[in-house]
T-cell receptor, first 114, second 114 residues
Framework: AQSVTQLDSHVSVSEGTPVLLRCNYS??????LFWYVQHPNKGLQLLLK??????LVKGINGFEAEFKKSETSFHLTKPSAHMSDAAEYFC????????????FGPGTSLSVIP | DGGITQSPKYLFRKEGQNVTLSCEQN?????MYWYRQDPGQGLRLIYY???????QKGDIAEGYSVSREKKESFPLTVTSAQKNPTAFYLC?????????????FGPGTRLTVT
């Protein structure tokens, strides 16, 4: 069965310190992996995506994620948190069978302390 | 600008009334999706459509209905049979060619039923 786990429901960091949001997945297929960000009462915005090319993926706003197949992980990182990074982050797994199947993780709420 | 629009942003209804949420895209995407988001939870798929005049139930379709008469439009009706309709509803679309199948999201409609 396919699933996505985000290990922390809430992460709090100080402004200027590193951010680590963890994501593990389970999939029988070769998945595509995404991170989305959602600010309060807004839609979701794509941060980055893994396409089976480079395992280290760079996204917008200084975020990056590393795909580790042996660990089935796709953790999101940023070297230095900014106040505007405070939001909800979703890890997403997608793969193609007879239709486009997508599973969203439960989300991690990131707080940034000034 | 290409994108997805959802209207209205906030919607209030009395219990027992049907209500229709609008979703329009000008991205020329074949696939469209409706998700429901409850506080502290990830997104759950209600319905999806991969082509005009065809749609499939997602994980929580009971109490909802959709139509796909035009490529650009995928309205969602929340019927009186939906036991707990108050939620944030997100519409998305994606191309069905190439990989990965990243989804583009609208800004969402917050429905409150009293």
């Amino acid at each position: 069965a396919q699933s996505v786990t985000q290990l922390d429901s809430h992460v709090s960091v100080s402004e200027g310190t590193p951010v680590l949001l963890r994501c593990n997945y389970s999939s029988s297929y070769s998945p595509s992996l995404f991170w989305y960000v959602q600010h309060p009462n807004k839609g979701l915005q794509l941060l980055l995506k893994y396409t089976s090319a480079a395992t280290l993926v760079k996204g917008i706003n200084g975020f990056e994620a590393e795909f580790k197949k042996s660990e089935t992980s796709f953790h999101l990182t940023k070297p230095s948190a900014h106040m505007s990074d405070a939001a909800e982050y979703f890890c997403v797994v997608s793969w193609k069978t007879s239709y486009d199947k997508v599973i969203f993780g439960p989300g991690t709420s990131l707080s940034v302390i000034p | 600008d290409g994108g997805i629009t959802q209207s209205p942003k906030y919607l209030f209804r009395k219990e027992g009334q049907n209500v229709t949420l609008s979703c329009e895209q000008n991205l020329n995407h074949d696939a469209m999706y409706w998700y429901r988001q409850d506080p502290g939870q990830g997104l759950r798929l209600i319905y999806y459509s991969q082509i005009v005049n065809d749609f499939q139930k997602g994980d929580i379709a009971e109490g909802y209905s959709v139509s796909r008469e035009k490529k650009e439009s995928f309205p969602l009706t929340v019927t009186s049979a939906q036991k707990n309709p108050t939620a944030f509803y997100l519409c998305a679309s994606s191309t069905r060619t190439g990989t990965p199948y990243e989804q583009y999201f609208g800004p969402g409609t917050r429905l409150t039923v009293t």
